[in-house]
């Protein structure tokens, strides 16, 4: 077969090339060892990245199975208590809270974040935003660990002087929930811009054309235009504030709680997480176990979340192209 | 005319009522204007606060009590003695035979300057600290201050301290605040990031060239490019799992170093963590990449071709060269990402407290981020005071980094 092929080819020489060399010249695709090589290892480098993944659902899902086969599956989602020393593992209490902190998160972060990008996109001169964008974006490059440093010294202190001493507990969900949201301003701001930045001009004058004003415009033209790529970037914050580790570790509290009073200390999945593991941790009990059940369900919400954000910046792009 | 004109009276307002109409408008609008705005102006003000708050602990009045006062040892200052004559107060102020226990364990002669000066400190002057103040305090309430330690603590003495000074930097890990520092951290963190960038950088960008010059539009390199899409919105402490499994637990042998001859005893090591961030950062090294290799124009490729360049040869050549500062723009994102990332390093297993520099991949380790959370997690006030030091130091490390990337993007885009 190959033989053939190439003998055909070889019979379209080129007369020029006939008369200057005896060889004959073929111009069919030549394969070549060393860029073959090379197109090898820069595939390998691409499907690393799937290793990952396969990597992340086999260590979860082996280790939670271990998990599952001494704790139930619907005690693990209905108990209210997580004490792993009286064999209680039920995840309400983790995640609730996470989801505690990650709504008072998304109550500043959302708005605020909206509220940038409305001001970035169709207020700012340039001056401004050439000083407001950095800021942002510093804000972004802070360290998580740093706002957890700032939720528990400054967060903490504030509320307390507040809300009362006596109301507030040192370590609570309030303050990490608070500064959470600092953090996720600039994510938020930064991705919704894009999506109001993606809206055509056209759109703009047309309004301005028939006498709305700038409010009008940008609330009532740009903004229902670029809505899905907001609500994406309001998925991705939640999937982010979901997922953050360090400032609950630092500010929310180490014991697992159920409560739904946000000035109590309670423990978020993430921050068990890291407390269980940054112990000295024996990899055959029952605590390493549960931790993977903990990182599991972590992991599928996130996922789940991102995935929901993916397809509605998909939806917003094919709006116009 | 006439009916246009009575169509718009009918249905517009006319006169007063439309200044009304614009005035109330144009007020609506200036008032949400103010409002976008201070939400921007929000982030302003979070970050100044943010970097007040550090700096408010980072200096301030410390009250000292001193087991011998320090201006008793000597006529001069103890920091301007010479080392004979830091031996001679050490040998005068302790009983003899702990000073021969600390001459048994290493000969006065053998130890440094700064070893025998902390010997000092350590064993004569036996610093107290008994109560610290913060920048703003001791700024504004210097008075109360001094009023507070004459009336409490009248052994004191109270000196203005900065909590950040080269010892700072240049000493280990510490039980004692006062002498405790981040040596060991930066050190850790500096190894684990080196040997991140060795793997993370061929590996990203290796990855990014495939995607955008090798891949075809077909299902396989479509799921291969969501897949990394998905993997830069998982949560860092899912990764630090995925190292603790794979890297610390799986490959053992290895990430403790047995098979190269340097055990460590387990596989909580600095290559391990290495392994751990470069996943976690490849992602971001890949996205950031494709960008910069999107972003070269189609012609240099097409030129390269049409003179009989191989795909490699454009590549090599053409397409990286014009790619270059996008891709290291990128990686020193993806790399100050990777100095910050604390959640992972806890669950991998980075000790806390370490006095030993790290000597190479297999040495146990800790890192900057993990010092400030442990720091951070203690109740004593002196440890909030090291924990923002510590937080100075990681910040201007970050800000240098990012200053670097700035300055290479404008440097390369000029020559472009």
Redesign the interface.
Known sequence: MDDKVSIGMDSRRITTSQRETTRPFSLKKQSRLGENIIQGFLLFCGVLSMFTTIGIVIVLGSESIAFFRQVSIVEFLTNTVWSPQIDEFGILPLLLSTLLTSTIAMFIALPTGLAAAIYLSEYASRRARSILKPVLEVLAGVPTVVYGYFALKFMTPLLKSVFGEANVNIYNMASAGLVMGIMIIPLVSSMSEDALSAVPRALREGAYGLGATRLETAIKVVLPAGISGIIAAFVVAISRAVGETMIVAVAAGAKPTFTFNPFEAAETMTGHIARISGGDLSYASIDYNSIFAIGLTLFLMTLGLNMISRRLVRRFREVYE | MTTLNEDVKSGLPQGEASRRNIAS??R??AI??T???S??????I??S??IY??AN?VFGYVAIEYAVDPATLSDKPLDELNKDELVAVLQGNMRKNAFRTLENEKPMANRSDSEVYDLVVERVLKPQTLETWTLRDSWFNKAAIDAQVASDFPEAKLEFRSWISTSFLTTPMSSDPLRAGVRTALLGSLWMIAITILFAF???V??A???EE??TDNRF?R??Q??????A??????Y???G???FV?TLEPITSGRMFGADSGNGRTIVAASLTMM?LI??IM?INGQEAIRAVPLSLRQASYGLGA???QTIWHHVLPNALPGIFTGTILAI?RA?????PL??V?ASTFIVTDPDGPFAKFTAL?IQ??NW??RPQPEF?HI??SA?VV??VM?LSL?AIAVVLRNRFSKRG
């Open positions: 408008r144009r609506k609008g949400w204007r409002i976008f705005l939400a921007t102006i929000f982030g302003l979070a970050l606060l943010l708050n550090v602990e061929p590996i990203g290796g990855a060239i495939y995607l090798y891949a390199n799921i291969i969501t897949n990394i899409n998905n993997l919105g998982v949560p860092s402490i899912i630090g799992m995925l603790l499994v794979i637990r996943l490849l992602p890949i191989t795909k490699w100050s100095i910050g990332e604390t959640a806890i669950v297993g981020p400030i959370y951070t997690s909030a924990a923002a937080i990681l910040l970050l990012n």
